[in-house]
């Protein structure tokens, strides 16, 4: 997230802003002392004008349990 904030020019402060967040949210998502939640990356996704994707995987490298 950090890379693709500053690779726009944006300081946190901006993107918190076009988030709906706070600057102090930004900089603990960021730094890795907070997870957002999937609502909240959809808002900076938005604000950085990408797309956001999300997918779920096995560290184990088993396949997913059948339904």
Known sequence: MRLWRQR???SQA???ELA???QAAISRIESGRDL???A???RIALA???Q???AFTSDSGQAPPSA
């Open 36 to 38: 957002p939640t999937l």
């Open 52 to 54: 956001l994707t999300v």
């Open 48 to 50: 950085l004008d990408c």
């Open 40 to 42: 909240l990356l959809d």
């Open 20 to 22: 709906g967040t706070g």
């Open 8 to 10: 726009r020019g944006m």
């Open 14 to 16: 901006r993107l918190a």
